[in-house]
């Protein structure tokens, strides 16, 4: 149950709660937002302590490391002493820019506004 035995990755992030459920990690995998040591991991790739796991949620990398290798879900307590997050504080509020939101009904935009937001998103 726990100890220094490899352990699926996406097993793993469900034991330490970064995913509510294993289909949730297992589909992270799939769709390339898991990588382990700086490769694209697949859901049944080992994980070992020491290793770095990155995790793409909600449009932000979290930077893992494994302390100790879980198979059951556990504790928030424990699963906080399982990894160590070497994730960096996100940005503050005032210096990420907003996307201009457009009225709910207002139909499509026009070309100016579609050359603004190209020229927004660095197109």
Same mark, same amino acid.
């Given at each position: 149950?726990?100890?220094? %035995?490899?352990? #699926?990755? $996406?097993?793993? +992030?469900?034991? @330490?709660?970064?995913?509510?459920?294993? %289909?949730?990690? *297992? %589909?992270?995998?799939?769709?390339?937002?898991?990588?382990?040591?700086?490769?694209?991991?697949? =859901?049944?790739?080992? @994980? #070992?302590?020491?290793?770095? @796991?990155? &995790?793409?949620?909600?449009?932000?990398?979290?930077? !893992?490391?494994?302390?100790? *290798? +879980?198979?059951?879900? &556990?504790?928030? =307590?424990?699963?906080?002493?399982? !990894?160590? $997050?070497?994730?960096?504080?996100?940005?503050?509020?005032?210096?990420?820019?907003?996307?201009? &939101?457009?009225?709910?009904?207002?139909? #499509?935009?026009?070309?100016?506004?579609?050359?603004? +937001?190209?020229?927004?998103?660095?197109?």
């Amino acid at each position: 149950m726990v100890g220094d %035995s490899p352990v #699926r990755v $996406d097993a793993w +992030l469900w034991a @330490v709660r970064q995913f509510k459920t294993r %289909s949730a990690a *297992t %589909s992270a995998c799939r769709a390339g937002h898991v990588r382990v040591n700086g490769e694209r991991a697949k =859901a049944a790739q080992p @994980v #070992r302590p020491g290793d770095d @796991v990155r &995790v793409r949620i909600e449009g932000f990398d979290r930077i !893992l490391i494994v302390r100790q *290798t +879980l198979v059951k879900r &556990v504790s928030a =307590a424990v699963a906080a002493t399982a !990894l160590e $997050d070497r994730t960096p504080p996100p940005p503050p509020r005032g210096t990420v820019a907003l996307a201009p &939101v457009r009225d709910r009904g207002a139909g #499509r935009p026009t070309k100016r506004e579609r050359r603004d +937001l190209e020229r927004l998103r660095g197109r």
